[in-house]
């Protein structure tokens, strides 16, 4: 019984020895992401992005929950809902990053691997999905720093950061129901396809 304590405790000890490489790298990307912020000036992004890298290492330690399938219709019906709540709410209110923190945390909740789930292998759709994501993402990254650096150099010139070039879509109502549909339906894909669910 005591080899087998001991072994255990020296699995999980190789276990959470070192962040493997694919993780190293987001963390990376987030706390690069926090510092821009902090060049920024924009406090309340740097505390998201910080906290995001942070909880990206400690998950680690978080056990895996049991694996559960949500029907399909709660999850449409979950992101209709927010969805309706989401357009009601005023641009840049403290409601709507509420409602938008709810939104992430309970899509994370939903796809909290299970201890199978955990060491099980992706499927070759899966891969070309967080590859897909994952480029997306970096090339997002890689365009706000461009335009951060542009717009330090030339602070006259125009800005073409995203936050900047959809504001006329997101100023009007049918662009913003467009854009929250948009949002939510990609998050319904990424759950669908990321928890099996």
Not at 63 to 72: I, N
Not at 86 to 99: D, E, K, Q, T, Y
Not at 125 to 148: N, P, Y
Not at 164 to 187: E, H, M, S, T, Y
Request: a positive charge; charged letters at 10%.
């Amino acid at each position: 019984m005591m080899m087998s304590s001991r072994a255990n405790a020296d699995a999980a000890g190789r276990r959470w020895a070192a962040l493997p490489w694919p993780v190293a790298c987001w963390v990376t990307v987030l706390l690069l992401t926090g510092i821009v912020q902090i060049l920024r000036a924009q406090w309340f992004d740097t505390a998201v992005f910080f906290a995001a890298a942070l909880f990206v290492v400690v998950s680690r330690w978080i056990p895996a929950r049991a694996a559960r399938r949500v029907p399909q219709w709660a999850i449409l019906a979950g992101a209709a809902a927010a969805g309706l709540v989401v357009c009601l709410l005023p641009r840049h209110s403290v409601g709507m990053i509420a409602m938008i923190i709810a939104v992430g945390a309970g899509a994370l909740a939903l796809t909290w691997p299970g201890g199978s789930a955990a060491s099980s292998r992706w499927t070759r759709g899966l891969r070309l999905l967080g590859g897909a994501w994952c480029g997306l993402v970096v090339a997002g990254c890689l365009w706000e720093l461009a335009q951060f650096v542009l717009g330090q150099l030339h602070p006259a010139d125009p800005s073409y950061a995203f936050s900047n070039l959809l504001d006329p879509l997101l100023d009007v109502a049918p662009g913003k129901v467009l854009f929250i549909a948009a949002w939510l339906a990609c998050g319904v894909l990424l759950l669908r396809r990321g928890g099996g669910r």
